[in-house]
């Protein structure tokens, strides 16, 4: 692991003595090498019960290690050269915040549970907009990114066999249990299991090193399209073939779907020209026009095919859904009820709100939390669609943009936000117009 890391993070010029030319040419500084490696070290990390702790407060760790050599070395932090997408996110996850605050007190839920509440912001929706942050401001390449992601996807292909070895062995559940569950936060993200159990087919699936196996394939994604950009053969391709590998055996139909619908979007880059791709656009809109009514009937069968596959699955999906939106619009439209609470037998006594951020934001942050969370991923849509055409990294970002935004509608974004970090950086990295980007031909 750390034969693949140095050679990316050598190239970062983020180093702490500009004076000291030996130690720049041999020391980055401590943010990135905590990032790379707390990447790279993900299944070590999940082996031993802690990546969940870890990946909620990396970003704290390295923003304070950031603001600390600031003041230490005596430079200003300066922030005039940031988009003001990325002030946008900081004040939408602020309002975050404060509609969690405010429903608190309408519901006197309690000062305990207010401080509980705002621990779970701090390592859940604040963690969008600080990874976002520390990606634009720290000195810190895409290269970084891609390699460590390589390193950590390519552990997959290792993973796969010992997991396999224990279904052969008879193994069934978890592992072990972490500890420390006791901070708080979902069960299944203190599990250490080798693979799961399909509770319809009985068969297993791998969810990895995240707490459920459709994760994964949120998971699985992401590394597609951060991988793809690595430089180097050996790397990109044992990292692309993790993520394949990782996609297929978590099962989930979300992540099939979505992972199918990035691939044509990262082949056809620098491979087409605008001027191409808009006629290419124009056909294809001309024929599902003249063919409306068949493609979007085939669709809809596809669709239905899809939901079948696991009906009991998407019917508690579409239950929760239908309690959600009720239960907003009828009893906290503006701030939302605080907190989630237990939903009825019909869904199998899960949270109302989960298993969709949209409805989650409503049910628990009203309509105040979902525009804050629609507003900063449409000015981030808006700012790299401007630009992805002259760079392939804000391409990349853009894409990632759309698995974080289609996934929204099958899982609570900001409970994953310690798996998505990686992704998050890598993003914010490309939203700074200061920064240096990679081959970025602009």
Not at 366 to 390: D, N, R
Request: some cysteine; charged content about 15%.
């Amino acid at each position: 692991i750390k034969a693949g890391i140095e050679p990316a993070i050598l190239n970062d010029n983020s180093f702490i003595r500009c004076g000291d030319k030996q130690a720049m040419q041999a020391k980055p500084s401590t943010e990135i090498q905590i990032i790379s490696a707390g990447i790279a070290l993900t299944y070590l990390f999940y082996l031993t019960g802690t990546l969940y702790v870890f990946g909620s407060v990396v970003g704290w760790m390295v923003l304070f290690i950031f603001v600390l050599r600031s003041y230490v070395e005596g430079r200003s932090v300066t922030l005039s050269a940031l988009p003001i997408t990325l002030f946008i996110w900081i004040f939408g996850m602020g309002m975050m915040l404060v509609a969690l605050l405010v429903a608190h007190a309408e519901f006197r839920l309690g000062t305990g549970q207010t401080i509980k509440s705002s621990i779970g912001w701090a390592k859940g929706w604040a963690l969008l907009a600080l990874f976002l942050f520390l990606g634009a401001m720290l000195p810190i390449k895409t290269a970084t990114i891609s390699r460590a992601c390589c390193i950590l996807a390519s552990q997959t292909l290792l993973f796969v066999p010992v997991s396999i070895a224990g279904v052969v062995v008879g193994l069934d559940g978890p592992l072990y249990l972490s500890p420390l569950k006791a901070i708080g936060g979902p069960i299944s993200t203190f599990e250490v299991n080798l693979f799961g159990m399909n509770p319809e087919t009985g068969k297993p699936r791998w969810p990895f090193f995240a707490p459920w196996a459709p994760a994964a394939g949120l998971v699985s994604c992401l590394y597609l399209v951060i991988c793809s950009q690595e430089k180097d053969k050996f790397w990109r391709r044992a990292g692309i073939s993790g993520a394949v590998v990782m996609c297929l055996l978590c099962q989930s139909r979300a992540g099939w779907a979505v992972f199918l619908a990035i691939i044509p979007a990262l082949y056809v880059y620098n491979r087409i020209s605008l001027p191409a791709a808009l006629l290419v656009l124009g056909t294809g809109l001309s024929m599902v026009i003249m063919l409306g009514q068949p493609v979007i009937e085939h669709v809809l069968d596809i669709h239905q095919q899809i939901k079948d596959a696991r009906p009991d699955s998407t019917r508690v999906r579409n239950d929760l859904a239908t309690i959600a939106l009720q239960r907003w619009e009828s009893e906290a439209p503006i701030w939302g009820h605080g907190i989630v609470e237990p939903g009825p037998k019909i869904v199998e006594f899960m949270p109302i709100g989960s298993h969709h951020s949209w409805y989650g934001l409503l049910f628990v942050k009203g309509i105040v939390g979902l525009v804050s969370f629609a507003i900063p991923m449409f000015f981030t849509f808006f700012y790299l669609m401007l630009f992805a055409g002259k760079c392939e990294k804000k391409w990349a970002s853009l894409l990632i943009l759309f698995v974080i935004t289609c996934y929204s509608f099958f899982e609570n974004i900001e409970i994953l936000a310690y798996l998505l970090w990686p992704a998050l950086i890598w993003v914010g990295i490309t939203l700074n117009p200061t920064k240096d980007l990679e081959n970025s031909h602009e």
